[in-house]
């Protein structure tokens, strides 16, 4: 191989690394776009580019269970429930997911815990669990995909 080739063939790859960085970094600005994660206490609205999110909390403090007692389905339905409402706003169909973040300091085992979202109920050792994502204030340790769907404006 003559040093014309070597230098050739440095070139080439080179360039092929340049290039898979710049690809890599833009995937991973789009990503961080269109990626949003929110905390919610109270009852808020937020709007993004095609969903409208509005949250209602009977109790005014989200997701908790303290002191709580086995009953069963029938009377867990008639507890106050936290319900989250999802609205596409634009135009295009779009898909969401539903997730659920456990936090750390929680004592009751999934299998032991169930939640029912458009009136199906689950346990919540059954729902798939996805990727944590660190949110900032929160001890949270594993995250459950409740549910999902895809939205026609």
């Not at 007692?69 to 999802?86: A, K, L, R, W």
Request: hydrophobic content about 30%; proline content about 1%.
């Amino acid at each position: 191989m003559t040093k014309e080739n070597k230098k050739m063939n440095k070139k080439q790859i080179a360039i092929i690394v340049v290039a898979i960085t710049l690809i890599i970094t833009i995937t991973a600005f789009t990503y961080a776009i269109w990626s949003r994660t929110h905390t919610q206490t109270g009852v808020n609205r937020n709007t993004y580019a095609c969903f409208e999110i509005a949250y209602e909390e009977t109790n005014g403090n989200g997701v908790t269970m303290e002191n709580g007692y086995p009953q069963t389905d029938e009377q867990g339905m008639q507890n106050d429930p936290y319900e989250v409402e999802i609205t596409n706003t634009c135009s295009t169909a779009a898909s969401y997911n539903v997730i659920l973040n456990k936090e750390g300091t929680s004592t009751l085992a999934d299998e032991y815990l169930k939640v029912a979202v458009d009136e199906e109920i689950q346990k919540l050792s059954d729902a798939q669990t996805v990727d944590t994502k660190t949110i900032e204030g929160f001890n949270n340790v594993e995250s459950k995909l409740l549910g999902g769907g895809y939205s026609r404006s």
